[in-house]
């Protein structure tokens, strides 16, 4: 059965840091996509970081530019997303998805697999 679950998120104060976990059972995350999106209360859920199959290509949204940096652990099934420099704009749940595709955009209906989410919230 294929699964995706985060972890990592929490209550952090603004200009903190936080590292988020995508671990992946029932197939191996070398083999696909993945995305990291947010979404925040009263908002649509939006793209902030995607890396390629393969050769791990990566790319992020301006929002987070600079800031946020994602990553493949292939040993360990797991893909991260090191968040810094936090603030109260980026609170939302964190999902990451997975597609089989090279490199999907960061489009929700361009990944067909889903985690449950984790909470960021950013506030003194």
């Known amino acids: 059965q294929v699964q995706l679950v985060e972890s990592g998120g929490g209550l952090v104060q603004p200009g903190g840091s936080l590292r988020l976990s995508c671990a992946a059972s029932g197939f191996t995350l070398d083999y696909y996509a993945i995305a990291w999106f947010r979404q925040a209360p009263g908002k649509e859920r939006e793209g902030v970081s995607r890396?390629?199959?393969?050769?791990?290509?990566?790319d992020y949204a301006d929002s987070v530019k600079g800031r946020f940096t994602i990553s493949r652990d292939s040993a360990k099934n797991t893909v991260y997303l090191q968040m810094n420099s936090l603030n109260p704009e980026d609170t939302a749940v964190y999902y990451c998805?997975?597609?089989?595709?090279?490199?999907?955009?960061?489009?929700?209906?361009?990944?067909?697999?889903w985690g449950q989410g984790t909470q960021v919230t950013v506030s003194s």
């Open positions: 998805a997975a597609d089989r595709s090279y490199y999907p955009p960061l489009i929700m209906e361009e990944y067909d697999y």
């Open positions: 890396i390629s199959k393969r050769d791990g290509k990566t």
